[in-house]
């Protein structure tokens, strides 16, 4: 594996294993982790797959763009939500 490549992929795993953090998933033992993304994996690829997806998707933006928007309404009020 190439220089960039290899830090292309260290930086892929950091970024996922924040998701794991933001989801609030982070004090679970692997396994539970692990059978999580199978499960979530067997949805991905059955039938309802994109009716999934998009469920996921729009929750995913929702989530982000709130979570977004905390952060700039408490820098602006001087609270710090860390």
């Not at 998933?25 to 997806?53: H, I, M, N």
Request: charged share 30%; with cysteine.
């Amino acid at each position: 594996m190439k220089n960039i490549e290899r830090k292309q992929d260290t930086r892929r795993k950091i970024q996922l294993g924040g998701l794991i953090k933001k989801a609030n998933l982070d004090g679970e033992t692997t396994a539970v982790l692990y059978g999580l993304l199978l499960d979530a994996q067997e949805k991905l690829t059955g039938d309802d797959s994109p009716a999934f997806r998009q469920e996921w998707q729009i929750k995913g933006v929702l989530s982000q763009k709130f979570l977004a928007d905390v952060k700039v309404r408490s820098f602006c009020i001087g609270m710090d939500l860390r």
